[in-house]
């Protein structure tokens, strides 16, 4: 997923969209995986390829439980915050 349509989202839904800024995003994007290790995710599933901006599953595991579950029973199961789709 590309870095401009992760913002485009988050500020879709977002209290105060213009406070969504570029640089936020690209200093979170930019810590994404060492944030995960920080946070004990092991193996960490997310990160972030700066030289083509996209946000990519690292986790094989996790990428193939996605791509063969059923997203739509995912999402029926998963508590979405409000104003999320």
């Known amino acids: 997923m590309k ?5 485009e989202k988050i500020q879709l839904i977002h209290h105060r969209p213009s406070d969504v800024r570029p640089s936020d995003m ?3 994007l930019h810590n994404i995986k060492e944030g995960q290790i920080k946070r004990a995710i092991v193996p960490p599933i997310f990160d972030y390829d700066m030289s083509i901006r996209t946000l990519k599953i690292i986790d094989s ?7 063969n579950y059923d997203c739509n029973e995912l999402f029926e199961e998963l ?5 999320i789709q």
């Open 3 to 7: 870095r401009k349509e992760i913002q």
């Open 26 to 28: 690209s200093n979170f």
């Open 61 to 67: 595991t996790f990428y193939f439980f996605l791509r």
């Open 79 to 83: 508590d979405k915050p409000e104003g």
